[in-house]
Structure formats: C-alpha cells, structure tokens
C-alpha cells in the first residue's frame, strides 16, 4: 500500500513548459496531489492552525451558540454524518452570505471570544479561494476549454466554503473514523494540513496515508470535475483514521459553483465519446447532500445517481 506516492506538484513551475502535462497526469492517476511554492504565506497558515486551535479550545457550550442549522449551513457542529455513520470530528464551516439558493439569508455566526479568529480565517479563505480558481483555470485547459471558461460559474454567488476540522483523541480508534469514506462533492478542494498524518486517499493498492511534506497543500478534484472530463478525472475517494493519542487540524477549501449552476460532461472532453451523465444541478445537489450531513436519509446524493446508462 505504501509503495504508491501522491504525486507532488510545484506551483512555482506553473509558467514553465511540462506543468499542464504534470497536472493532467496527476488528475488522471490520483485525483490529487501535494504542492508546494503555492504562494499563501507560512505566517497565515500557520496563524489559521493557531485560530483553530483556540477556537475548538472553547467549551462546548460557546461553540454550540455558534451552531449551524438545516437552514444556515455555516459554524460550529460536532454530529455530522459522512455515508450516515457520525464521524469523530468536529467543524466549523466558514461561507458566503447568500441571498438566492436552498441557503438564501445564511452568514457565518463569528466568536467573539476570539479578537483575531475572524481577521485570520477571512485572509486565509481569500487566499485559498485565489488558489483554487488558478488551478481550475489550469483544469480546464487540460479538458480543452479556454481559460476562463470554467472560472464564470464561480464568481458573485458562489457557494464555496472553508472547513475547520477538529479530530480529538479517539479512545478506540479502530472503532470509529474521523471522516468515512467520501469524494468532495464540489469542483477541487485545497487543504491546509497540520503534522499529524490521518488522511487517506484509496489508491490501486488501497488506502493510502498521505504524509504532508512540510509547507505543502493538498489539493483534489471533486465530483464537478469528474463529470467534466466525463471520468477521465476521478474524484478520489478519501478517509480521515482516528487517532488515540493526538488531536489533529486541517482547513479544507471547497470550492463550489453558483446554486443556480448546470454541469455535464464537457464537449471538448468527449473526444467522440457518448456523455456519462446527465446534466446536474448544484443547487439541487447540494442541498442533498448537505440533508444528509444531519440525519440519515439514507443513501446519500451522488453523481452515480445522474449517470447515463
């Protein structure tokens, strides 16, 4: 299992010839990869593990009234399930405030305990949000469509959010997960990991434990993209392991279309090829997926669901 590596990309390398073929390459095989030279300044990430950490320091009573609720999908929960099993975590989701969609009037409840947490974590948001687009401008020319093409379903609207987790020590870890297993829903996802190793990608070996080399993000494709590219791209299916002796942090970036946005296989991807899917809703969804964070409601929504036979 440990014989596969998570290939590791350069940001820094993004202008020189080879960095398209590498990404492509790395979506193909993975699904994901680390990078490294991104450009988010070490101060801020390590500042944003910092805010974190105070934040989930709180007591649970200061959390739960910065709670979330089936109609305001921003802050603090500890319940959530992943494929209806609750995970051993806890979150504190960060989004835009929305004024259309199935989350329309939703903000994000801030802690007023904290003096720098809502300076910290909005800089990082920004920085991360920044990211993600250039590398879905990147995705797209691997899939044939010019830049700029895939980036307008992203702007004023959108419904992308940042996740804080929270993995405390699990007194029997073989018994639970930090996070089932799952693919992200949205386009790409970018992580800020600390040092304690617990994520998992399923590779052609099996699971495989992503060991994050110092400074580097981790950064994977989503549903979004997989239809996209009409599975050339896989959206790779992930884990988080509990642990028993140390708590663990990450920061998630998902970055999410307007509600109100419609994708399918794209043209320039079929290549004479029948489409996998039928055309999918954000909006629709997202709020189905999102349902089945709170309550099992049985089989959560997946693209599977829109395959075409």
């Known amino acids: 299992m440990q014989s596969e590596v998570v290939p590791t990309l ?55 009234a910065l709670e979330r609720t089936a109609e305001n999908p921003w802050g603090f929960y500890d319940r959530e399930l992943t494929k209806n099993v609750q995970d051993w975590k806890q979150i504190y989701d960060v989004g835009p405030a929305t004024v259309g969609g199935p989350f329309a009037g939703a903000a994000t409840p801030w802690p007023a305990q904290l003096s720098a947490f809502r300076q910290t974590i909005e800089a990082f948001y920004a920085a991360t949000e920044s990211l993600a687009l250039a590398l879905l401008g990147d995705i797209g020319e691997c899939l044939g469509v010019a830049r700029g093409t895939l980036e307008t379903g992203f702007g004023q609207g959108h419904s992308s959010f940042l996740r804080l987790n929270f993995y405390p020590p699990c007194p029997e870890p073989e018994q639970h997960l930090g996070i089932s297993h799952h693919t992200d829903a949205g386009a790409l996802t970018v992580l800020l990991p600390d040092a304690q190793p617990g994520l998992e990608f399923q590779g052609e070996e099996g699971w495989h434990t992503v060991q994050a080399q110092p400074g580097a993000l981790i950064i994977n494709i989503g549903d979004i993209v997989q239809v996209w590219s009409n599975d050339r791209y896989r959206a790779p299916l992930h884990r988080v392991r509990a642990n028993a002796e140390r708590p663990r942090y990450s920061a998630p ?55 075409l036979a």
């Not at 043209?267 to 039928?278: D, F, K, M, T, V």
């Open 10 to 64: 350069n940001f820094a390398q993004r202008d020189q010839p080879g960095w398209l073929d590498g990404l492509d390459l790395a979506c193909e095989s993975w699904g994901c990869f680390q990078l490294v030279n991104h450009g988010l300044q070490a101060d801020l990430c390590a500042n944003t593990l910092a805010e974190m950490q105070r934040l989930f320091a709180l007591p649970r009573e200061q959390k739960l």
């Open 253 to 307: 970036f998902f970055l999410n279309p307007t509600y109100d946005t419609d994708y399918a296989p794209l043209e320039s991807a079929l290549h004479g090829a029948a489409p996998h899917y039928r055309t999918i809703n954000w909006g629709q969804f997202r709020a189905g997926r999102a349902a089945g964070d709170y309550s099992d409601v049985g089989a959560e929504i997946q693209i599977s669901d829109f395959r």
